[in-house]
């Protein structure tokens, strides 16, 4: 038999999450009392609205059949009204894209807003799968170094920089609140990036994902976080039902599209999914009812909670520098004198499943440069089982310490 060619497009790492994930489930397989924290999956689960109208969508005896590319004409109405709600922007539904998770929406964005061989600017650390997509389109990725000093956020200054060094930057992908730190831009600071992409011609994608968790000082202007959409109508914005909806197994997202890529990307929705899961939609529509959106404020209530709780006792976990999580529900921390004789958190972590059935996700997932001694750790799972993990790593420390 012959060698069949092989895609380089394939030969991008994995998500570790997902292989930690898929760990966690062989060990509780085996009976194992496993805390997994290593991926953002909300504890309280969806609103009972939701869950309700899932429920009467699949009670009911109807087919399920294909919606519109784009999804459910209820559906992209609801999200419309969200930013008017939230934000007080008005969104036309038809620029809304409804999209199988965000992970769809990172796809069909970046293949209608770039050629392969373009260059797009990432923050690292930073979300891999950003990376991970981009490298298998054939796109260039230049990575952004962002360290305490920028609360691990790109500047116009950085990308001047990385322009310099690089050329023509095509475009720039933000996360605020951002994945793996929690970190968020201010107002001022995503009007200057997107200032900055207009000046440069660049493509401004802001991952909106974890808006509406977060924690901000009594008073803050901007309590739920700020959207590029408020500054013009050029970015492609992206969220979905995930987080502060407590839904991350629906797969249902959104985006907005700007004009100009409108047609493409729905193009391209038809093509590549036909559809989002149409239950899920059906379902979703009620994330916009207020019981909802009460009950994701209850959740945030309690991830608030937990954040405390966690950076309380931190310093007697004895790590190094950590982000100041802003938003979002992880730690992102240097492991510091706590990785012991282990020679990286990869190890660490490993060793820290397989012995005390905690699971974290090493930072080499989020930055490969100066990660491999950093760990992510989600409080999504809540308070009792982030103090039952913290419990175990002390144990854990203690069996290892130098």
């Known amino acids: 038999m012959g060698t069949m060619q092989l895609s380089r497009r394939g030969s991008v790492p994995p998500f570790q999450v997902m292989s930690i994930l898929r760990r966690v489930g062989e060990l509780r397989a085996e009976g194992r009392d496993v805390i997994s924290l290593c991926a953002g999956e909300p504890s309280g689960g969806a609103a009972p609205a939701v869950n309700a109208a899932a429920a009467a969508v699949h009670a009911g005896g109807e087919s399920l059949n294909y919606t519109p590319a784009a999804g459910l004409p209820e559906l992209r109405a609801a999200i419309a009204g969200h930013y008017a709600r939230w934000y007080s922007t008005a969104v036309d539904p038809r620029e809304v894209v409804?999209?199988?998770?965000?992970?769809?929406?990172f796809m069909l964005a970046f293949l209608a807003a770039f050629e392969a061989g373009d260059a797009v600017a990432i923050a690292r650390p930073g979300y891999?799968?950003?990376?991970?997509?981009?490298?298998?389109?054939?796109?260039?990725?230049?990575e952004i170094p962002c360290g305490p000093e920028t609360r691990y956020q790109p500047t116009p200054e950085l990308l001047d920089a990385a322009k310099k060094e690089h050329g023509r930057l095509a475009g720039l992908i933000l996360a605020s609140p951002a994945?793996?730190?929690?970190?968020?831009?201010?107002r001022p600071e995503l009007e200057a990036l997107s200032a900055w992409c207009a000046a440069n011609d660049a493509r401004l994608i802001s991952d909106e994902i974890y808006h509406g968790i977060t924690y901000p000082e009594p008073g803050a202007a901007d309590p739920l976080g700020v959207s590029a959409r408020e500054f013009g109508t050029d970015a492609v914005v992206i969220s979905s039902f995930s987080k502060f909806w407590g839904m991350p197994g629906w797969r249902v997202g959104w985006l907005l599209a700007p004009s100009?890529?409108?047609?493409g990307i729905e193009a391209l929705a038809g093509n590549v999914a036909l559809c989002p899961p149409a239950a899920a939609q059906r379902a979703a529509v009620h994330a916009f009812d207020e019981e909802a959106y009460a009950f994701g404020a209850a959740q945030l209530e309690e991830f608030a909670r937990t954040r405390a709780a966690l950076l309380e006792r931190l310093p007697e976990l004895g790590w190094g520098e950590a982000a100041p999580a802003d938003g979002a529900f992880y730690l992102y921390a240097q492991l510091g004198p706590a990785l012991g004789a282990f020679p990286d958190a990869s190890a660490w972590c490993s060793a820290l499943l397989e012995e005390e059935g905690v699971a974290l996700t090493p930072g080499s997932d989020f930055d490969g440069v100066h990660g491999g001694g950093a760990v992510r750790l989600s409080f999504a799972a809540g308070p009792e089982a982030v103090r039952r993990a913290v419990e175990r790593i002390l144990v854990f420390q203690e069996r290892h310490a130098r």
């Open 260 to 263: 100009e890529l409108a047609e």
């Open 179 to 186: 994945n793996p730190t929690g970190t968020m831009a201010t």
């Open 128 to 142: 891999p799968a950003y990376r991970n997509i981009l490298t298998a389109l054939g796109l260039r990725v230049v």
């Open 98 to 105: 409804v999209t199988t998770g965000a992970s769809g929406a």
